[in-house]
């Protein structure tokens, strides 16, 4: 595996990384503790491409791929974690399972959209009463008419709720088969009649982004809305859920190598006992094995991106990413705290909204203890 980027890729890297500088670090402080959605952000990363990086440009993509959107998640999360995760979650989540699984209809009619970044897609998988057992789907779809009529709720949904959004795909019991759910994935459009988006979450991190709990009461949509194949809805999913692990692992090592940036920014200017902080053994070491962690979990990502699109099995390989660098970016934001001592429990400075943001990374798109038993399982165990 090469680790040196691409004249083409270290480009883009570059070219987000001076965004997040002068566009989303300046105003993101204020728009985090507001609770606010980042609108006039969203619309500059569309304008840049950024959600249109892995499609294809018949679909109004820039014909790039899933490592291009990986690398600008670590740049933007270096800065901020909750306009990352919305540009992570409207491409791996919203668009990506259109682009996968639907028909060309679905795809002439939905992607350019929401590659421009003008609308935005969400994923509908977990519910109040399954989290890491998504098999446990209650919502239900049942076909009358022509139409699906769908019942249930999602929980925790990203980017479900804001004035943008186009649609939501959600997973839903169709039928049973032999004692088995049959599960399928359904396109519901924003505004359908009986779709109720409900007040966005009092979140501790992420609080730039948007999530809500979703309802559905006899929402129906046309048949043709039914994505990819009837029956293989969850399949569909973890499938998507797989390529999305590499992407939070992206944006994971982007906030544990924001945590080091922050750290040795501050180590150099603050002072104690007559010396700055960062000539101190402690503190030394303290940094070092930040960095050590997110070298280590860049390497991880980069790997798994790799195989995936080797067109290799990745499985595994995404989970240890995810794993690996969802570990990081947590013990990298405690120990930048530690770092800022008093300061950085304060919310006016970076790595008070890292803490708040990194925990999170542990559970999202799939707890650190699911990404264990797929590792086992990956293993024969």
Same mark, same amino acid.
């Given at each position: 595996?090469? !680790? ?19 566009? &989303? ?5 204020? %728009? +985090? ?8 952000? &969203? ?12 499609? #294809?440009?018949?679909?109004?993509? $820039?014909?790039?791929? +899933? ?8 740049? %933007? ?18 668009? $990506? ?13 939905? %992607?350019?959209? %929401? ?58 019991? !169709? ?11 359904? /396109?519901?459009?924003?505004?359908? #009649? ?24 006899? /929402?129906? &949509? ?23 692990? @590499? #992407? ?8 544990? =190598? ?22 101190? =053994?402690? @503190? ?5 094995? $930040?960095? #050590? ?36 970016? $947590? ?5 930048? !705290?530690? &770092? ?19 925990? @999170? ?8 203890? /699911?990404?264990?038993?797929? @590792?086992?399982? =990956?293993?024969?165990?």
């Amino acid at each position: 595996m090469d !680790t040196h980027l691409s004249e083409e890729y270290e480009a883009l890297r570059a070219t987000v990384e001076d965004f997040a500088r002068r566009e &989303v670090a300046p105003v993101i402080g204020e %728009l +985090y503790e507001r609770g606010q959605f980042p609108y006039e952000l &969203v619309k500059k990363m569309g304008e840049m491409g950024l959600f249109g990086l892995p499609f #294809a440009e018949e679909y109004g993509g $820039m014909g790039g791929d +899933y490592f291009a959107l990986c690398l600008a998640l670590e740049e %933007l999360a270096r800065v901020d974690s909750s306009v990352a995760i919305t540009l992570e979650a409207g491409v791996s989540l919203g668009a $990506m399972p259109i682009y996968r699984f639907g028909s060309e209809e679905q795809k002439q009619r939905w %992607l350019p959209d %929401l590659c421009s970044g003008a609308r935005l897609g969400a994923f509908g998988l977990t519910e109040a009463g399954g989290g890491s057992d998504a098999g446990a789907t209650r919502t239900t779809a049942r076909l009358d008419g022509g139409e699906w009529v769908v019942n249930g709720s999602k929980a925790f949904i990203t980017n479900s709720g804001t004035d943008i959004t186009s649609l939501v795909t959600v997973t839903a019991v !169709t039928g049973a088969h032999g004692g088995r759910k049959e599960i399928s994935a359904i /396109v519901i459009p924003s505004g359908t #009649a009986g779709f109720t988006v409900a007040p966005g979450y009092s979140k501790v991190g992420w609080r730039a982004s948007d999530t809500h709990e979703l309802f559905f009461d006899d /929402v129906r &949509v046309p048949e043709e809305h039914l994505l990819g194949e009837r029956g293989r809805g969850y399949a569909q999913f973890l499938s998507i859920l797989d390529e999305g692990r @590499i #992407a939070i692992a992206a944006l994971s090592v982007g906030l544990a =190598q924001g945590c080091v940036d922050e750290s040795v920014r501050y180590a150099k200017e603050r002072e104690a006992f007559g010396s700055p902080i960062g000539r101190y =053994q402690a @503190i030394q070491f303290l940094i070092a094995d $930040m960095e #050590a962690r997110a070298h280590t979990a860049r390497l991880a990502y980069h790997h798994a991106a790799a195989r995936m699109l080797a067109g290799e099995p990745f499985k595994k390989e995404a989970a240890i990413a995810k794993l690996v660098a969802s570990n990081a970016a $947590m013990d990298n934001a405690r120990a930048a !705290t530690q &770092v800022f001592g008093g300061y950085g429990f304060m919310n006016e400075y970076a790595v008070g909204r890292f803490y708040r943001d990194a925990k @999170i990374l542990e559970v999202g798109e799939g707890t650190s203890e /699911v990404q264990r038993m797929l @590792i086992a399982r =990956q293993l024969g165990l």
